[in-house]
């Protein structure tokens, strides 16, 4: 008798929750879930419908503009007596379907000399490919208000790849190439590249991060190829704010190189 009251118990128990199921984990019931598959990443409406799918500042397609403030520092030991730089950035983005338009500049400070650095205008569009599969192709210009003897306008184009293995997991790739314009009396000057590849994972709607293997060529002829391993952590605080943090080390020279950096960024509408 007591072991059949015990099993009465237990079921009744679990009745509730085997009433409420939620397949898709969107907060909607499978039997009010007019929209049963809805991906992770995805805001639902009370339905389970999609309203938007939730992405980084940098990949959204509303109509939307954000402002965000950066403090950072790179250290170079190769730069004696000014091994490390500290920056401050600002920079507005508006984004409008699939089109984002940017501007950024900054200032920076070391033992040995402070001022403005270059100003940064760019223009990108977003190009979904498949659904799983986004593309991003831009172009800039980086204006000359660092003060030094032959700095010009550069040109820059800009091109990434995004695949959603699951809405939650993605892998990713971008390579950008500089035109570059500024002239220097001791080093010859030339054209420069970035190309990177990594993985990015939202842990939560809030959480993300990424890790990622970079490769590049300074201007500088006189100078090695660049490689390095990074890592970024962003995280919604609500609807409007959200901050970021990212870390850079280089891996084939056995000096010091390292960029650390910390972002605060507001969602106006």
Not at 56 to 69: C, F, I, M
Not at 158 to 167: H, K, M
Request: glycine share 6%.
């Amino acid at each position: 008798m007591i072991k059949k009251r015990l099993l009465f118990s237990l079921w009744l128990t679990a009745m509730p929750l085997m009433a409420i199921q939620d397949n898709d984990f969107d907060g909607v019931s499978n039997t009010l879930d007019e929209c049963p598959n809805t991906p992770f990443l995805n805001e639902v409406n009370a339905k389970g419908c999609s309203v938007k799918i939730l992405r980084l500042p940098d990949e959204s397609e509303s109509d939307s503009l954000v402002t965000t403030l950066s403090y950072g520092y790179n250290t170079n030991e190769d730069l004696v007596g000014r091994e490390k730089q500290h920056n401050s950035k600002l920079q507005m983005s508006y984004y409008k379907e699939k089109w984002s338009y940017a501007v950024s500049t900054g200032y920076f400070e070391h033992t040995k000399d402070k001022g403005m650095l270059d100003t940064l205008v760019k223009v990108k569009h977003y190009v979904n490919v498949t659904p799983k599969l986004k593309l991003r192709l831009g172009a800039g210009l980086k204006l000359p208000t660092y003060d030094f003897n032959g700095n010009k306008t550069d040109y820059i184009l800009y091109s990434s790849l995004n695949y959603y293995v699951t809405p939650a997991l993605s892998l990713f790739t971008q390579y950008n190439h500089t035109f570059v314009n500024d002239s220097s009396d001791d080093i010859p000057l030339r054209n420069a590249y970035t190309a990177s590849l990594g993985t990015g994972y939202f842990f939560t709607k809030k959480l993300y991060t990424n890790v990622a293997y970079h490769k590049g060529q300074s201007k500088f002829t006189n100078e090695h190829d660049i490689e390095s391993l990074s890592s970024s952590l962003y995280y919604k605080i609500d609807k409007k704010w959200f901050g970021t943090f990212f870390y850079d080390r280089e891996i084939n020279d056995e000096d010091f190189h390292e960029t650390v950096n910390f972002k605060l960024g507001y969602k106006w509408w």
